[in-house]
């Protein structure tokens, strides 16, 4: 599980998401090859808005379980969930020997109406946790937002939802993707006054082409630094340079992390091996 990965040094992992169409599932599977190589600690899976393609997070999880022989960690959004699909959803990963999970919220999908998201069963992430708990040993991961969660009136208000959410059982956090460190090390301290003492990993999405940037803001609400809006104005319209520029700047944002102590690094691989594994080249290697 999860938990013994923490000894004393920055713990290293990556995420994936499951192709859209099912004819693309053997492409993740060679990323997943390519990834294995680097040594991750764990690889995580999302998991399809409202539970669409849950099944196949839980394939996916499987091989990088059984075949990878690296920890899987499966997403799994409470938006959509009945206990019965629940109750299934984790016999499902049990007997596929996965034990560690993200358990998120997730935001209503597109084909949800107002109504049904209001009326759902499980109305936080943190209501997950008593279900999962009762499959016996289960590394519990959750979410956090070093720029505040965009349904939060403030940090103050979101930091009390966190610190209630770790309370009832979450044993690490991962932040959404941040562009300046200097936002990570504000949240850290916030958080840890709060009395919030579990691992924290870092998002680092790697930014490697211009049109990228406005998407991922977009998604995440996250703010860019003026050195991340200089080297797109600089090398935007130059796709391999752009390329090089966003790898170099994840290497030294990650660099200055490990510098002061993260506890671990969580990279959105966008499924791109080559991309990680310069990064990891640049910062664990
Ligand atoms: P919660 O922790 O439940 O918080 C949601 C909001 O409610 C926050 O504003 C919080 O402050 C507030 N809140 C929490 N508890 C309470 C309470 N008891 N009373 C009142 N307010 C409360 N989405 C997907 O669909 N699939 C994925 O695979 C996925 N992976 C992600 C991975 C990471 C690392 C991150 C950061 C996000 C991911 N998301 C994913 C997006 C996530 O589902 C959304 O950001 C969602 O809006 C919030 O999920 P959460 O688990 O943080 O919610």
């Avoid at 994936?16 to 169409?21: E, I, S």
């Avoid at 206990?83 to 209503?108: H, P, T, Y």
């Avoid at 990570?184 to 709060?194: C, G, L, N, T, V």
């Amino acid at each position: 599980m999860i938990n013994e990965k923490y000894n004393n040094k920055t713990v290293f992992s990556c995420e994936v998401f499951p192709p859209k169409r099912n004819d693309d599932i053997y492409e993740i599977y060679k990323t997943l090859d390519s990834l294995k190589l680097l040594k991750p600690d764990f690889i995580s899976v999302t998991y399809g808005a409202g539970g669409s393609n849950s099944k196949k997070t839980a394939t996916i999880a499987a091989y990088i379980q059984n075949i990878c022989e690296v920890e899987a960690l499966a997403h799994m959004t409470a938006v959509g969930m009945t206990e019965d699909m629940l109750k299934s959803l984790l016999f499902e990963l049990k007997k596929k020997g996965i034990q560690n999970v993200l358990a998120l919220r997730g935001d209503r999908p597109k084909t949800m109406t107002e109504e049904e998201f209001n009326n759902r069963t499980y109305r936080y992430a943190s209501d997950l946790i008593p279900e999962i708990r009762k499959q016996g040993e289960m590394f519990i991961a959750g979410a956090c937002y070093p720029e505040v969660h965009p349904e939060s009136k403030n940090q103050e208000e979101d930091i009390k939802y966190l610190k209630s959410k770790v309370d009832m059982g979450m044993d690490s956090l991962m932040t959404q993707m941040f562009f300046s460190n200097d936002v990570f090390y504000d949240f850290m301290e916030k958080i840890r006054k709060a009395g919030i003492n579990v691992p924290v990993h870092a998002g680092i999405m790697p930014i490697t082409a211009a049109n990228q940037l406005g998407t991922s803001v977009k998604l995440s609400g996250s703010s860019v630094p003026n050195e991340l809006s200089s080297i797109i104005a600089k090398y935007g319209e130059n796709p391999d340079d752009m390329k090089k520029a966003g790898i170099e700047y994840a290497i030294n944002q990650i660099n200055d992390l490990k510098k002061n102590g993260v506890d671990g690094i969580h990279i959105y691989t966008m499924n791109k091996a080559d991309i990680t594994m310069a990064i990891y080249e640049g910062t664990f290697a």
